[in-house]
């Protein structure tokens, strides 16, 4: 008798043991998305004011793209050389999908204190 309570005890055991039968949720991954950022009229004296919205924030395999609403031409170049838009002029644009995550700081080389950020999640 014995023996038996012994067998129905470890099976017991033995099941409450084993894998959950409850679902798990996975991780959404995050969408990318496009997203533009407005070189507004008189830039050149606005700083870090220059870039609307600044700073911007994106997830990976997103496109950002500049686009030059002022007057005069402006560029967009990453303070590591990660894009160079090369001269944006009025009314132009420039787009760069960002394939890795970081946070990247560019400016304009053309007009001083013209600054933004970029941050990838």
């Known amino acids: 008798m014995w023996r038996i309570t012994l067998v129905v005890l470890l099976a017991v055991a033995t099941a409450a043991c084993g894998s959950s039968n409850t679902p798990t949720t996975p991780t959404p991954t995050p969408t990318p998305t496009a997203m533009s950022v407005s070189i507004p ?3 050149r004296t606005l700083g870090a004011g220059a870039f609307v919205p600044n700073p911007v924030t994106v997830t990976v395999g997103s496109t950002v793209t500049w686009i030059n609403n002022d ?3 402006h560029d967009s170049i990453s303070d590591t050389g990660v894009w160079n838009s090369g ?4 009314g132009g644009q420039f787009a760069f999908t960002f394939q890795s995550k970081g946070t990247f700081t560019y400016k304009c080389t053309i007009h001083a204190g013209m600054v933004g950020t970029v941050t990838v999640q």
Not at 87 to 90: E, G, K, R, T
Request: hydrophobic share 60%; no cysteine.
């Open 41 to 43: 009229v008189g830039a």
């Open 87 to 90: 001269n944006i002029p009025a």
């Open 71 to 73: 007057a005069i031409t």
